[in-house]
């Protein structure tokens, strides 16, 4: 069974820096793009970061010089550094991997940043 499990998620304050973990079962890790979305309360899911196997990545603009997308293909797991958090950042953060048509999601960790 294909598992995709986060952590990383906590309070923080405003400026502060946390990073989410994501660690995956895929047999063959490389062939997936793996990606972080966030979902604030009320809002729809959106795209955070992504990351394919060969290490080519895409931001939001609304994280774009704070959050950085890596990735470790040995160990199967993805990061995502977050940098000068702002209370706007305060979601739901999700972990996603994606191959072909094929769609995985973790079951998510919270980020909260207290101004």
Request: glycine share 12%.
């Amino acid at each position: 069974q294909v598992q995709l499990v986060e952590s990383g998620g906590g309070l923080v304050q405003a400026g502060g820096s946390l990073r989410l973990s994501c660690a995956a079962s895929f047999t063959f890790f490389y062939d997936y793009t793996m990606g972080w979305y966030r979902q604030a309360p009320g809002k729809q899911r959106e795209l955070v970061a992504d990351i394919t196997g060969g290490g080519s990545t895409k931001y939001a603009d609304s994280v774009k010089d704070r959050f950085i997308i890596t990735r470790d293909n040995t160990r199967k797991t993805v990061y995502l550094q977050m940098n000068s958090l702002k209370s706007e950042d305060t979601a739901a953060y999700f972990c996603h991997g994606l191959h072909g048509s094929l769609h995985y999601w973790g079951q998510g960790t919270q980020v909260t940043v207290s101004s």
